[in-house]
Nanobody
Framework: QVQLLESGGGSVQSGGSLRLSCDFTAMPQSEYYCMAWFRQAPGQEREGVAALSSDGMTYYEDSVKGRFTVSRENAQNTLSLQMDNLKPEDTAMYYC????????????????????????WGQGTQVTVFS
């Protein structure tokens, strides 16, 4: 059974860094699968921040490009999100997610990035960036 457990959230000053981790108990059973980080601020919709397919393809939301890096570690059982140059607008609850929906571009599998494209979710970890 796929279960996800996030860690690494906290409070940091604007311009600082945090590293989030998501430990998987198992991977989705599919030829290709996707792992992602979402965030949700109070009163706002949940949005995809970064995603990584089992084929190695990445996605980043425009506002985090060049600042956030998604990767796998620990024999591929941990999904990490390195967040640098954090801004107050990055403040949100961050969720790890996994699923089996993807699209094929002819050579690689890319993740779909809507919340409904993911079946498994962690409990969330709070990130607060103060100015």
């Amino acid at each position: 059974q796929v279960q996800l457990l996030e860690s690494g959230g906290g409070s940091v000053q604007s311009g600082g860094s945090l590293r989030l981790s998501c430990d998987f108990t198992a991977m989705p059973q599919s030829e290709y699968y996707c792992m992602a980080w979402f965030r949700q601020a109070p009163g706002q919709e949940r949005e995809g921040v970064a995603a990584l397919s089992s084929d190695g393809m990445t996605y980043y939301e425009d506002s985090v490009k060049g600042r956030f890096t998604v990767s796998r570690e620990n024999a591929q059982n941990t999904l990490s999100l390195q967040m640098d140059n954090l801004k107050p607008e990055d403040t949100a609850m961050y969720y790890c997610a996994a699923g089996t929906r993807y699209y094929w571009n002819g050579s690689h599998a890319y993740c779909r990035t809507g919340p409904t494209d993911f079946d498994y979710w962690g409990q969330g970890t709070q990130v607060t960036v103060f100015s």
